[in-house]
């Protein structure tokens, strides 16, 4: 098939949610993807912070080959051991309780969410039930998830949301300290990902933990994004000298398949138990060996290489003064390109049709999220396209 006639058929056929860009893309290796027609492409953007190892990592393929033979459903009906040793390893690597396996960011977001509430409902009976948020965060799709959103264009078209929720501005700890006695959680990214790569400042994160422990708010962070290595530790929350009491994570764990789930800390080990929770694909054994070959590649020798790539690309980018930019923003391979003078969306395009694949973010950045084993030759190649978009 050839490019034209794939796109004639998605066009036909497929429910037109998502503008895509004109690339159809056939397979991969390394860091570098091939189209339908043979063009090559480096890869910038990993479908959305998603193949971590890269395509055809041979341990990987490994992994998800020998599951898929043995067995590649269970149901959670019935013990399955790729399930209790990912969660061990999570759980030895970040030092929280215990997981709980689901498929997509938003729907592990909806199970911290209810994991909040029940907390709160436990302790204190009905009333408490908000969760603070921050503004320009993302959290989802799903109505509720949305309503947790902190961005104003998120909410239309598909009233009622979920109630319960109230958006913060980052850094304003006053904003913080003037809640009422409805708040249950504060759910927050530790970078604004999908909001224009925006860290959040050690100083107000650390007050804030602090403050939430004080009116015992469950501190939820949301690392769909920054978790599993991303931005050179295992999740983000670690470079920022802070226990939450649950955590999310999706994107990145299964290096391509989907999944996501839960870690929470030995407070909120019991809280939801059985039959408040559950989810009929979560943990599949698949994905779930998929996320142990991801954990196997990223070990802590590969988080200090992580920061390394991400310090050579940004040091890259700000030495050549292109007027186009403003400056980078993030942490290991999590970067922003802030840009003015001519659209982020029309500096990605471009990017894109010669042969580098970028993300966008908030209104004015490009976004990086490279596979975290991408080469110093792949980076290299990835810089060349940009720099002459970017110096033109
Ligand atoms: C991508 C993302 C989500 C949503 O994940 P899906 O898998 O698309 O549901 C939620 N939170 C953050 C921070 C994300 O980056």
């Not at 990987?60 to 399930?83: F, G, M, R």
């Not at 929280?96 to 199970?111: I, P, V, Y």
């Not at 929720?165 to 980052?170: E, G, H, Q, T, V």
């Not at 003037?178 to 990902?193: H, K, N, R, S, T």
Request: proline share 3%; aromatic share 10%.
């Amino acid at each position: 098939m050839t490019f034209a006639q794939l796109k004639a058929l998605d066009q036909s056929y497929t429910m037109q949610t998502y503008g895509r860009f004109d690339v159809g893309l056939d397979h991969g290796e390394g860091a570098t993807l091939y189209g339908l027609d043979g063009e090559e492409y480096i890869d910038f953007a990993s479908g959305i912070g998603v193949n971590s190892v890269g395509y055809g990592n041979p341990h990987w393929v490994e992994a998800v080959t020998t599951q898929a033979k043995k067995l590649a459903h269970t149901s959670n009906l019935y013990y399955s051991q790729p399930y209790a040793e990912l969660a061990e390893r999570l759980c030895r690597r970040s030092g929280m309780a215990c997981a709980f396996f689901s498929n997509s960011g938003a729907e592990a977001n909806e199970g911290i969410l209810k994991l909040a509430r029940k907390y709160s409902f436990d302790k204190y009976g009905p009333g408490r039930s908000t969760v603070l948020t921050l503004r320009n965060s993302f959290h989802g799709r799903t109505i509720t998830t949305l309503a947790a959103t902190g961005q104003d264009v998120f909410h239309n078209y598909f009233f009622p949301f979920t109630e319960g929720f109230r958006y913060l501005p980052a850094g304003d700890l006053d904003a913080l300290r003037g809640q009422g006695e409805d708040v249950c959680a504060v759910l927050l990214e530790l970078i604004q990902g999908e909001g224009g790569v925006y860290p959040m400042d050690r100083g107000y994160v650390q007050a804030l933990a602090q403050y939430c422990r004080q009116r015992d708010w469950l501190l939820l962070i949301d690392e769909v994004q920054t978790g599993i290595g991303r931005t050179g530790s295992l999740f983000c929350f670690q470079q920022y000298g802070v226990e939450p009491d649950a955590l999310t994570f999706a994107k990145g764990i299964a290096g391509g398949l989907p999944m996501s789930g839960v870690l929470a800390s030995e407070k909120c080990r019991s809280v939801l138990g059985p039959g408040t929770h559950a989810t009929t694909f979560g943990g599949n054994p698949v994905s779930a060996a998929a996320a142990l070959a991801v954990l196997d590649i990223l070990d802590d020798a590969q988080m200090e290489k992580i920061k390394a790539k991400g310090a050579y690309l940004r040091g890259q980018i700000e030495h050549w003064n292109a007027p186009l930019v403003d400056g980078t923003r993030g942490m290991g391979l999590m970067i922003g390109i802030g840009v003015h003078g001519k659209s982020h969306k029309e500096l990605a395009a471009e990017m894109i049709s010669r042969g580098l694949l970028v993300l966008t973010a908030g209104t004015d950045t490009i976004r990086l999220l490279p596979p975290l084993t991408i080469t110093y030759e792949e980076m290299d190649k990835g810089l060349a396209i940009m720099r002459e978009v970017l110096c033109g």
